[in-house]
């Protein structure tokens, strides 16, 4: 599909570029970039493509024209967001989602990109179920994936994963998210063959000994609701343990979905150190805190559980000031029928990838991130700590971009969710900007 995208105010952080331009897609690359008589190119402004003939909708989809201008004024462009934290839970899950449907729900939510843990069934602990996922992906997937391997066998945390041959396979990271790895010695190794791969190790930071039978954020409200507790010292323990084990290997370590203000400071402190340390958190941590399930809304039931309004507001510094390097959704579906139970049999998760980027535009609008920092840490950021060539509008990248309304407003309807997973806390919510065009290597999907 060639498209011309005119007027629009594009917005690149890997390029510097903040000014209203023009982007010209032929044969699923960035062909010409023309911003304001400034051109990436020795050319004129790009031409027009040539109007030809439509193609009709497919399933999921609403496709453009073959060729197509689309006239951008008073929007925002942007390359397509990359999330290094998803859960397809193909194989083996497809009940909850499934690879097609997983990235049916990442473009419709902006992204172009998306990387998924290794917490399916069987695990993706060895290169067969790695190149399944890649197989699958490249025959129905709507965008770019990326597996993540396990850390060890069977996520159990007892023996390392064939790490070398998954990295050989397409994994471009490794993690047992979902559960930590309690062994310092495995998790040690790890780390070091991070630095022998150039990979990062994602950690899921948990002291199963302080979390066990918990299901939310200990305190007075876990008490008066009842329900066994999880202190915020079980996420900060393990980023304490991991950040010395980095610091002892030169690994590279990432710190996922940080909850907790003593975790932002262990991480920034780490930073002004040099340890080769990065580190996400999610929409829901600096959105909601714990409040959010007084009447035991399991749909507010997540891993690590929604924290106090001083959590909040330190993850928001962290953000402003560079200590979280990224925003990730943590995407994890469920059956309704999971989460349609009793608070403490229902499962940990949050569907998030349709909601993310709008919230998210709430930092934008409460001051805390120009909308360039947040472009950064959902586009650039993320492409630097996995080492891929996305998250850019360079001349010859994949035209993976992203039309950004940030005035339209609308209603969030579980129902209409792309995801199988319809089980959000943000039912209802009213959020402002969205985005209504998510382009992939070309071929365009409407909201």
């Not at 390029?15 to 062909?31: A, P, S």
């Not at 007084?294 to 106090?308: H, Q, Y």
């Not at 947040?374 to 001349?395: C, F, H, S």
Request: aromatic share 4%; proline share 5%.
């Amino acid at each position: 599909m060639n498209i011309l995208i005119k007027n629009g105010h594009i917005i690149d952080p890997s390029q510097g570029i903040d000014r209203v331009g023009d982007i010209l897609i032929e044969d699923g690359k960035i062909k010409e970039v023309h911003i304001q008589g400034k051109e990436q190119r020795a050319k004129p402004p790009p031409t027009p493509p040539s109007p030809s003939r439509g193609e009709g909708k497919g399933e999921g989809e609403s496709l453009l024209s073959e060729s197509r201008i689309i006239d951008a004024f008073g929007l925002i462009v942007i390359p397509g967001l990359i999330d290094m934290h998803v859960h397809l839970r193909e194989p083996g899950f497809e009940y909850k989602e499934t690879i097609k449907t997983g990235t049916m729900a990442a473009v419709k939510g902006g992204f172009t990109t998306v990387c998924c843990m290794p917490n399916t069934f069987p695990v993706n602990d060895n290169a067969s179920v790695t190149e399944l996922i890649i197989r699958k992906a490249a025959q129905e997937g709507l965008c770019t994936v990326f597996p993540i391997g396990a850390i060890t066998k069977g996520q159990k945390g007892e023996e390392l994963a064939e790490i070398g041959t998954m990295r050989k396979e397409g994994c471009i990271a490794f993690s047992d998210d979902g559960q930590p790895v309690m062994n310092s010695l495995i998790m040690r190794r790890a780390l070091e063959y991070s630095k022998a791969f150039n990979v990062p190790v994602i950690s899921h930071c948990e002291d199963l000994t302080l979390s066990e039978g918990g299901v939310m954020n200990e305190g007075l409200l876990s008490v008066t609701l009842g329900l066994s507790g999880i202190p915020a010292e079980a996420e900060m323990i393990m980023v304490y343990r991991d950040i010395s084990l980095a610091e002892l290997t030169g690994g590279r370590l990432h710190i996922a979905h940080v909850s907790t203000q003593g975790s932002v400071k262990l991480i920034r402190d780490a930073k002004k150190r040099g340890i080769n340390v990065t580190a996400e958190t999610c929409p829901h941590y600096f959105n909601l805190t714990q409040d959010a399930i007084k009447d035991f809304n399991t749909n507010a039931k997540v891993s690590p559980p929604l924290r106090t309004e001083r959590d909040i507001e330190a993850i928001k510094e962290g953000l402003r000031d560079g200590t979280i390097d990224i925003i990730a959704t943590d995407h994890a579906p469920h059956h309704k029928d999971e989460k349609q139970r009793e608070f403490d049999m229902a499962p940990f998760g949050i569907s998030g990838l349709e909601t993310a980027l709008s919230l998210s535009l709430k930092l934008v609008q409460k001051g805390i991130l120009t909308i360039n920092q947040l472009i950064e840490k959902m586009t650039l950021n993320p492409a630097k700590i996995l080492r891929i060539d996305k998250g850019t509008l360079k001349v010859g990248s994949d035209a993976d971009i992203v039309i950004l309304d940030i005035n339209k407003e609308y209603e969030v309807e579980s129902e209409r969710f792309a995801s199988k997973g319809k089980n959000t806390p943000f039912e209802g919510w009213v959020l402002e900007g969205m985005p209504i065009l998510t382009i992939y290597r070309g071929r365009a999907y409407e909201r």
